[in-house]
């Protein structure tokens, strides 16, 4: 496995969320504007992008918020989210993260 980090929207993440949110889940209002001020990841498996998360600094100073996870269905049960929320935490801790929040769905929540 390995990780891309980016400033920008990936092509790869947009898909991961589309197909995760949009078809599976019936969301039409995936993306908004704090995609362009977020930091995205994109996992990789082999050359296909399995996962992303995007991490931000909120209105609170040392404080970011991590959203937007998602895995491909077959690479679910792995610990692929794990992964990212880990190297969100990281990214963000040089950043000047002191403290981390999740966003995330209600059935997500033991996640």
Not at 41 to 57: H, I, K, M, Q, S
Not at 75 to 100: C, D, F, P, T, W
Request: with cysteine; charged share 25%; hydrophobic share 45%.
């Amino acid at each position: 496995m390995e990780m891309s980090v980016s400033a920008s929207l990936p092509r790869e993440a947009v898909e991961i969320r589309e197909e995760v949110f949009m078809w599976e889940q019936g969301f039409t209002e995936e993306f908004d504007r704090v995609d362009f001020n977020a930091t995205h990841l994109v996992l990789w498996d082999e050359g296909l992008a399995v996962g992303t998360c995007r991490f931000y600094e909120v209105e609170e100073p040392g404080t970011f918020l991590v959203g937007r996870i998602a895995v491909r269905k077959p690479y679910r049960g792995q610990g692929l989210g794990a992964i990212l929320v880990r190297e969100a935490e990281s990214h963000a801790k040089k950043a000047g993260a002191k403290r981390m929040l999740i966003h995330a769905q209600n059935q997500a929540v033991p996640f």
